[in-house]
């Protein structure tokens, strides 16, 4: 968690950020009509800009809370590695880290309202980090399930989902109200990006953003001392 702040952090602090951010330069391109001064078909592009980060942080989140809901409070709240057992159902069916892919996809989505520099750091700093993470997980898995695992690894993408599910469905049962509380930080963020889509008021998006932060890491700890 540490190191994906970190690399958050690093995002939202490279020269540019907020004063012309991605949204603004997509819509300056967009908009070739070469009128001085931020016109009312600019301000609308750049909403259109932002509402469209807004959606895929939205189904960023969603995945997650997909993968979240089938896995244990326990493991999400837990700092240490976990091998115990193989989970293969939900969306794992369609990818062996659906958890990781919608991060990246909140990665892409919040871009928008980074600098570029910003924007050509976040999304592969975030997937060269989960890489080095998934490699650290599968190893360990596959010492613990052995040919298993590999059936599985051989079956399912690593980090990218197949378009139709690659393994049968199990009996596991999601728990979509511990999901939606696990990534509950997510969907704030999610509520805040479409705040500021609407309205451009970078205050209104830090009102929501920064309290459902830390109401969602409340929210985590208190999940992992219940279970």
């Known amino acids: 968690m540490v190191i994906i702040l ?19 330069r997509i819509a ?3 908009d070739a009509g070469g009128r001085a001064g931020p016109t009312r078909e600019w301000h609308l592009l750049m909403q259109g800009v932002l509402a469209a980060g807004a959606l895929v942080t939205a189904l960023g989140a969603l995945t997650r ?12 709240s837990d700092s240490a590695v976990h091998s115990e057992r ?3 159902d939900g969306p794992f069916r369609f990818v062996r880290n659906p958890l990781y892919f919608g991060s990246i996809l909140v ?7 980074l600098s570029p ?3 050509l750091w976040l999304v592969p700093a975030l997937t060269i980090f989960y890489l080095r993470l998934i490699g650290l997980e599968e190893s360990k898995l596959k010492a613990v399930h052995g040919e298993s695992f590999d059936a599985y690894c051989r079956a399912v993408p690593r980090l990218f989902p197949s378009f139709l599910p690659r393994v049968e469905k199990g009996s596991a049962r999601p728990n979509w109200g511990d999901g939606f509380l696990g990534e509950f930080w997510l969907w704030s963020l999610f509520a805040a990006m479409l705040a500021f889509a609407l309205t451009l008021n970078i ?25």
């Open 28 to 30: 300056g391109l967009v």
């Open 86 to 88: 193989l989970l293969a």
């Open 65 to 76: 809370t997909w993968g979240t809901s089938y896995l244990k409070a326990s493991v999400m």
């Open 6 to 24: 970190a690399i958050f952090a690093v995002g939202i602090f490279v020269p540019g950020f907020p004063h012309r951010i991605s949204a603004e």
């Open 107 to 113: 990665g892409l989505g919040v871009s928008v309202m």
């Open 117 to 119: 520099l910003g924007w």
């Open 203 to 227: 205050r209104l998006f830090n009102w929501i953003a920064l309290p459902g932060f830390m109401i969602g890491i409340l929210l985590r700890k208190l999940r992992g001392i219940r279970r």
